[in-house]
């Protein structure tokens, strides 16, 4: 049976589990008694990927810390292996990891395009490819996507432009692990109350973004997390699809 009864003991990849949302899902696992691989990019986020392991074990949860750059594919594959030395093979692998870039087309280098492919669409197809490899039958993939992928807009080509791949890579997927009882899904998120959100943005966008939205606010960090959850027990049956939570700010 594919359903989770509980998460104590489960092992759970989260990448980007140092900060932001990876570090509430990492908490969130923990109170659940799950055992955490917390990944981290380099040596800027280490301090941070320290704490969230030391808050994992407060909280009732085993934690270990993987460092890399996921754009270097041996990375990924190097992160389950870590995984499954450290705890065992895996139950539940979720991918936080995006970079936002918003500026015009005529404005837009082919390293910028490359660098976007690279993260948000390459990264993404080979992170489902390797858990799979390493995981349980079973077993939950989730990827965070975008709500922008039903957006009509500008200025957002290469960051929606490569988190759509995602979409089918997640499809295709969940295909093809049916026979292991494992499923695939995204989370899209509207635009998140977070760190990685202000930088590409002025005063009157970020003003803007509210107004599409329940209760004039952004996507809060707390609103995610607990669907992600439900994706890895009761939403088990959920498969192949990306859910827009968003608070209405797009839909399809």
Request: aromatic share 10%; no cysteine; glycine share 8%.
């Amino acid at each position: 049976m594919g359903k989770f009864n509980s998460l104590n003991n489960k092992v759970v990849v989260i990448t980007g589990g140092a900060k932001n949302l990876g570090r509430l899902l990492s908490e969130t696992y923990a109170r659940e008694g799950a055992n955490i691989i917390i990944h981290h990019h380099n040596d800027n986020s280490l301090k941070q990927a320290n704490h969230t392991l030391e808050t994992v074990k407060d909280l009732g949860g085993n934690g270990a810390i993987f460092s890399g750059d996921l754009t270097q594919i041996e990375n990924i594959q190097a992160l389950f292996a870590f995984a499954e030395k450290t705890f065992g093979k895996i139950d539940i692998a979720i991918n936080t990891v995006g970079k936002v870039l918003k500026q015009p087309i005529a404005d837009t280098s082919e390293e910028d395009f490359d660098i976007m492919q690279s993260i948000n669409a390459k990264q993404a197809y080979f992170f489902i490819k390797y858990a799979e490899q390493y995981m349980n039958d079973d077993g939950k993939i989730i990827s965070i996507a975008t709500s922008l992928l039903a957006a009509y807009t500008g200025f957002y080509s290469t960051y929606a432009g490569e988190k759509a791949p995602l979409e089918h890579y997640t499809r295709a997927a969940s295909k093809e692990f049916m026979a292991r009882g494992i499923s695939v899904n995204n989370v899209a998120p509207g635009p998140m109350d977070t760190p990685f959100f202000y930088p590409q943005e002025s005063d009157d966008a970020v003003a803007f973004h509210k107004s599409q939205a329940l209760h004039n606010q952004l996507t809060q960090i707390e609103d995610i997390a607990p669907i992600v959850k439900f994706l890895t027990l009761e939403g088990w049956w959920i498969n192949g699809q990306t859910l827009f939570a968003n608070g209405g700010y797009t839909t399809r």
